[in-house]
């Protein structure tokens, strides 16, 4: 495949491939010549139909969720067109392929379209990735709509808040989502989802696990607080990364020899939760859905070791062990990880001792669950009348099963949550 630049013909592959060291090395380079390399990546292959026997329940391609998730940063002179204009991707006929005709109807409210979507994605997807892409845009709004909704009005923006608003043209305002398909995070093992929704009061009924609690959480973080210069920063107080060693997981020093609630080592749970499992390393790789399971803890370790011994000076705040488990690291992978997942999202422990990286919109006391059928665990906020849905997170030491076998042990109970 060719690239037609101009006069010039390149090959597509190595644009591709150039692209990914861009992405995967040098960010400063793309900072200061506004290349934006991620562009490449998205088209690649973007409006090709996976080759037959590809099994597309893994190919983020295939989602017409995560299509609709990456037009929310387009321009559209109507709402609506960010659902109409993906209907002729191929993504689409798979999630339609088994329901009634999609057509556009620009009679309905921007509401109705978006709840029609969502209803279609949690019947015919085999997970539950269309809560995945619920991204509320900051705490306040969330707090009036759920207020709005629970009076009874239903006009064109008061959506229940399972439903993904995919009217969000801030690039700034998007997260980078975490459970969508192309992923390798098994939450909830191998279950289906088991559901139910109630039309006439939009109202979500799925089964699955309370698994925790939100203990003490961080303010929002930004994409800018794990650059390399950021060990302090203009004030002279510690960088992002040093408070939340202290404040969050209440540890002084970086040492292997404090234990996680997992059993690993509490810096790998550290440097894995920032980087949700180094999602951006794994995204980089010809097929994600093997990388992560065949590759060991201390080869994921050394990355976060890497840009630790990059980042910290102080020999009373780093230990030896530490730089040694770093050595042949990629410190500015991790740094690229880092940065693009916690945008927007912020790092938190759990009443039982496990890390998170959640919405930002998060509060102490919201509750973790594993829903029956999703690929991560999920925060719900408790109220009068049910629960109100923040949205996805990952929790080291739950992201493979973990929390179902705690279920088949009888630690923990089955439970039918009221979303609304």
């Known amino acids: ?14 644009v591709l491939f150039v692209s990914k060291m861009l992405i995967r090395h040098h960010e400063s380079l793309q900072d200061h010549y506004g290349l934006r390399p991620t562009r490449v990546r998205h088209l690649n292959r973007r409006f090709m139909t996976p080759p037959e026997g590809e099994e597309y329940t893994h190919s983020r391609r295939s989602s017409f969720v995560y299509e609709l998730h990456l037009s929310r940063t387009r321009k559209a002179t109507d709402p609506k067109d960010r659902v109409y204009s993906k209907l002729g991707h191929f993504s689409a006929s798979l999630l339609l392929q088994n329901s009634p005709r999609l057509d556009p109807d620009y009679s309905k409210s921007q509401g109705a379209i978006y709840a029609d979507i969502a209803v279609r994605a949690l019947s015919g ?12 845009c900051d705490g306040m709004r969330c707090l009036l709509i759920f207020v709005t909704m629970l009076n009874g009005d239903t006009d064109d923006k008061s959506l229940p808040s399972w439903v993904p608003d995919w009217d969000n043209d801030s690039d700034s305002a998007m997260r980078k989502v975490m459970g969508i398909r192309g992923t390798w995070f098994c939450a909830a093992g191998i279950t289906t989802p088991c559901l139910s929704i109630q039309d006439c009061d939009r109202i979500l009924e799925v089964k699955g696990l309370e ?11 930004d994409d800018r607080d794990f650059r ?7 004030r002279g107080n510690d960088s992002v990364v040093l408070r939340l060693w202290s404040e969050i997981c209440h540890c002084s020093t970086f040492t292997l020899e404090r234990e996680h609630i997992s059993g690993e080592s509490a810096v790998f749970a550290f440097c894995q939760t920032l980087t949700a499992g180094c999602m951006r390393i794994i995204s980089l790789e010809d097929d994600p859905r093997s990388v992560y399971r065949s590759t060991s803890s201390d080869i994921w370790l050394k990355h976060g070791a890497a840009y630790l011994a990059r980042v910290i000076g102080e020999p009373e705040l780093i230990s030896e062990d530490i730089r040694e488990a770093g050595k042949g690291g990629d410190a500015f992978a991790w740094n690229g990880a880092a940065s693009m997942v916690c945008r927007r999202r912020s790092f938190f422990r759990t009443a039982k001792g496990y890390y998170g990286l959640g919405p930002s919109e998060l509060e102490i006391n919201d509750v973790i669950v594993v829903l029956f059928g999703g690929t991560t ?8 009348q049910g629960y109100y849905f923040v949205g996805e997170c990952y929790v080291h030491g739950l992201m493979s099963g973990e929390a179902i076998a705690m279920l088949e042990r009888g630690e923990l109970k089955e439970k039918t949550f009221e979303i609304r």
């Open 228 to 234: 390399f210069t950021s060990l302090r920063d203009i």
């Open 377 to 384: 665990p999920y925060i719900l906020r408790q109220t009068d």
């Open 125 to 136: 997807y085999p997970t539950l990735e269309l809560l995945n892409a619920v991204q509320h």
């Open 1 to 14: 495949m060719e690239l037609l630049w101009g006069e010039d013909t390149l090959n597509w592959e190595t």
């Open 211 to 221: 698994v925790d609690r939100i203990g003490v959480s961080s303010q929002e973080l």
